[in-house]
């Protein structure tokens, strides 16, 4: 049998308005909050051509956040490597890039809190869990990558639990306090002043 997000036939572009409905009521309603009948309303489509195109909703809401998700990596991968100038010092073009991130707490935290959300459902959800687990893996390896100015495929194993996984646990952290409090959240001067000061810590120089 054919799973039905691969189905054609029926609706046209149905598919598509789906997903770009979906994606829209992500962002402004949230995850646990967006209903069958709010993302058909906003694909302007009955609701039948959610289980007809999708299978269900939280397929279609899967599929939603994760073309958001891609979208919004290569934002951020635009705008972090305008910052990164070539003639700065290894340490400036890590502040640069961590001012890139932070501005998009801002520009595309909708996106963030739906993000958050998603890894709350994925708790009930095996499927979503393995899905974010794999984009999780694929961010890690992108991160060390950029991070170390290498190719992708030069990233080793190590690279990807240290580097990737050290700056990933970091992004988070930082995300929940300007989510939650942006007025005393850490500039992104204030984040590598803050992580020279542990470095001398775990050094022991401290």
């Keep these: 049998m054919v799973p039905a997000q691969h189905r054609g036939g029926v609706g046209g572009g149905n598919r598509e308005d789906l997903l770009d409905g979906?994606?829209?009521?992500?962002?402004?309603?949230g995850y646990a909050r967006t209903t069958v009948r709010d993302i058909a309303s906003a694909a302007g489509v009955s609701t039948a051509a959610i289980g007809y195109h999708y299978g269900s909703r939280e397929?279609?809401?899967?599929?939603?956040?994760?073309?958001?998700?891609?979208?919004?990596?290569?934002?951020?991968?635009?705008?972090?490597?305008?910052?990164?100038?070539p003639a700065a010092t290894p340490a400036e073009r890590y502040a640069r890039q961590w001012q890139?991130?932070?501005?998009?707490?801002?520009?595309?935290?909708?996106?963030?809190?739906?993000?958050?959300?998603?890894?709350?459902?994925s708790e009930h959800d095996p499927e979503l869990r393995a899905q974010l687990?794999?984009?999780?893996?694929?961010?890690?390896?992108?991160?060390a990558a950029?991070?170390?100015?290498?190719p992708e495929d030069q990233v080793t194993d190590r690279d990807v639990r240290t580097v990737g996984a050290m700056q990933t646990a970091l992004i988070s952290g930082v995300m929940f306090q300007w989510?939650?409090?942006p007025e005393h959240a850490p500039s992104a001067d204030e984040v590598v002043e803050g992580l020279q000061a542990l470095a001398r810590i775990a050094g022991g120089d401290a």
């Design 146 to 150: 950029g991070l170390q100015g290498v």
């Design 100 to 121: 890139g991130v932070i501005e998009t707490f801002t520009t595309h935290r909708p996106l963030w809190i739906a993000t958050i959300e998603a890894f709350q459902q």
């Design 22 to 29: 979906a994606r829209r009521c992500l962002l402004e309603k």
């Design 179 to 181: 989510m939650s409090d």
């Design 133 to 143: 687990a794999m984009g999780q893996r694929a961010g890690l390896r992108s991160l």
């Design 59 to 85: 397929a279609l809401l899967n599929a939603a956040m994760f073309q958001a998700l891609e979208e919004w990596g290569t934002e951020v991968a635009r705008a972090v490597a305008k910052r990164s100038a």
